[in-house]
């Protein structure tokens, strides 16, 4: 049975920082896409960021957003976002995500319909 579990998500301070955890089970990711995506209230979910396992290649949805950084451990596929100089706009239901299909890196674009399994989602919620 797959799952994903992510972490790390809490109330934090504008200007602040923070690192969100996913930790897949049941599947082994080796040569896929892992992505994190958010949905803030009232808001359609949106795609943040990829990295493709089989080479750590990434691909962010917004070029300019500097401020997040997606990374993996490869030994155990446990899927990171790095999320710095946090604004309130950030707050979200963020969620990881993983596709099953075969790839040689993340496509520019990260369609929700690619990913077959999803975690629960971790909350963030930035203060003024």
């Known amino acids: 049975q797959v799952h994903l579990v992510e972490s790390g998500g809490g109330s934090v301070q504008a200007g602040g920082s923070l690192r969100l955890s996913c930790t897949p089970s049941?599947?082994?990711?080796?040569?896929?896409?892992l992505a994190w995506f958010r949905q803030a209230p009232g808001k359609e979910r949106e795609a943040v960021a990829g990295?493709?396992?089989?080479?750590?290649?990434?691909v962010y949805v917004d070029s300019e957003r500097g401020r997040f950084t997606v990374t993996t451990d490869n030994g155990a596929n446990t899927l990171y976002l790095h999320i710095s100089s946090l604004k309130t706009e950030d707050t979200a239901l963020y969620y990881c995500?993983?596709?099953?299909?075969?790839?040689?890196?993340?496509?520019?674009?990260?369609?929700?319909?690619?990913?077959?399994?999803w975690g629960q989602g971790t909350q963030v919620t930035v203060s003024s």
């Open positions: 995500a993983a596709s099953r299909r075969r790839l040689i890196r993340c496509g520019a674009r990260l369609l929700a319909s690619h990913f077959s399994d």
């Open positions: 049941g599947y082994t990711y080796s040569s896929n896409c």
């Open positions: 990295i493709y396992t089989g080479d750590n290649s990434t």
